[in-house]
């Protein structure tokens, strides 16, 4: 029997969305008589949200989709300041040009998630500039600092593993919890809005909303925090030996992405199809329950499904496709990742392990001739033993490429132009 009444928060549960809930049996009641509004916020550090997002925005989703209104709230006043939670130095401060850029680019990915067009409990998309951006300093002091307590704020986590380790808060980071905080007034005055959700690291920075709209007279408001991931062997989620695995397709193509899904390790797979996919519980516990060579089957559902919800059905199952071929037919496909390369650094000879970091294969020369030393690397399906040949143009196959290898699943194709 579930602990829950609502099904926004049954769904949550089941699917291993909930670390913390400020007042379980209120938020439970209060979506039970709902609809209740809610939010998300999501700083414009750079053109895309990468994987480690996902949790968040499918927590948006399953609220929409259980009858109530999600808020995407981008921080176009936010990203002015940068979020001090668990980092080890400030981040860089970027200019308003760029933050508007980024937040265009995000943009895009939402709309495959929630409805922002729905006859009812429509989806809002909401930048906090409008009201940041706008606020005078010696009022904001005067009617919101004044409800902060320094000694609270310098318990938190975020700041205190910054000090523990002797590493600079300034004073501009220092007031971004404030900034948060005022963001949940704001959207509760505004939009009626109850609840905001989030990371477990962002546990002090939404309590500390909840606080100040108690303090500012807003109705109550609730916090519900998700888990911080990581993969079974402990990998920070949404990152790879080579960098972020983003959301948008112009900086990770949906066949890359359909790849690091497919690579999900077999201890994660049945907590992925349940946190990352809308598939019913029942064919989630089918495809877990599967032993022994079967769980790769389950892996390219995870991948499938997963690729579908971002990318779209066709590019799934084009990717799919195209690792199948690519994997159990030796085949080429005009989707692996293609490479341009001047025709020129092919007359010169292309070395071998430099053609490798070019095509993002590898990190770097070292790591590519270690590969090679252990059998890992192939050109055209063939391994290469020598870390000091190099690529020519007879190395070019009838398409007019080269297929570089990594291990049995990542491929790169160099074309020349």
Not at 262 to 288: G, H, I, Q, W
């Amino acid at each position: 029997m579930s602990a829950f009444k609502s099904d926004f928060l049954n769904v949550l549960s089941e699917r291993g969305f909930v670390h913390q809930i400020s007042d379980p049996e209120g938020l439970d009641a209060a979506a039970v008589k709902g609809p209740i509004t809610g939010y998300i916020g999501f700083d414009p550090t750079a053109p895309s949200l990468h994987a480690g997002s996902l949790i968040q925005i499918m927590m948006l989703h399953w609220l929409q989709a259980t009858g109530h209104r999600a808020i995407s709230l981008m921080g176009g006043g936010t990203g002015m300041v940068g979020d001090p939670s668990f980092k080890d130095e400030a981040r860089q401060l970027m200019t308003l040009e760029t933050i508007e850029a980024n937040i265009a680019s995000i943009k895009r990915v939402f709309s495959n998630y929630l409805d922002y067009d729905a006859n009812t409990h429509t989806a809002l998309m909401i930048n906090n500039a409008e009201w940041l951006r706008e606020l005078n300093y010696l009022e904001f002091l005067r009617d919101v600092g004044r409800h902060f307590s320094v000694n609270r704020m310098l318990s938190f986590d975020s700041v205190k593993l910054r000090l523990e380790r002797e590493q600079s808060l300034s004073f501009l980071e220092f007031n971004y919890m404030i900034l948060q905080a005022y963001d949940f007034v704001e959207l509760a005055k505004r939009y009626d809005c109850q609840l905001q959700m989030g990371g477990s690291d962002q546990w002090g920075n939404i309590v500390n909303g909840i606080d100040l709209g108690h303090r500012m007279g807003t109705k109550q408001l609730f916090a519900l925090t998700s888990p911080l991931l990581t993969t079974s062997s402990g990998a920070k989620m949404g990152k790879t030996a080579n960098g972020a695995v983003w959301l948008n397709a112009d900086m990770m193509s949906p066949y890359d992405f359909w790849q690091y899904w497919r690579n999900t390790e077999d201890a994660d797979v049945e907590r992925f199809l349940k946190l990352y996919t809308t598939m019913p519980l029942s064919e989630v516990a089918r495809l877990a329950a599967l032993g022994g060579s079967e769980i790769n089957e389950a892996k390219k559902v995870l991948a499938t499904e997963i690729t579908a919800l971002l990318h779209g059905r066709e590019a799934a199952e084009t990717a799919a496709e195209t690792a199948r071929k690519t994997f159990e037919e030796g085949a080429l496909s005009e989707d692996l990742p293609t490479i341009e390369i001047p025709a020129a650094e092919l007359d010169a000879g292309l070395g071998v392990l430099t053609a490798f970091v070019t095509a993002g294969l590898v990190a770097s020369n070292g790591e590519a001739r270690r590969a090679v030393q252990g059998g890992g690397l192939k050109v055209n399906d063939k391994t290469v033993f020598d870390p000091k040949a190099a690529l020519a143009r007879t190395d070019l196959n009838a398409d007019g490429v080269i297929k570089l290898s990594f291990g049995r699943k990542k491929h790169v194709l160099l074309k020349a132009v």
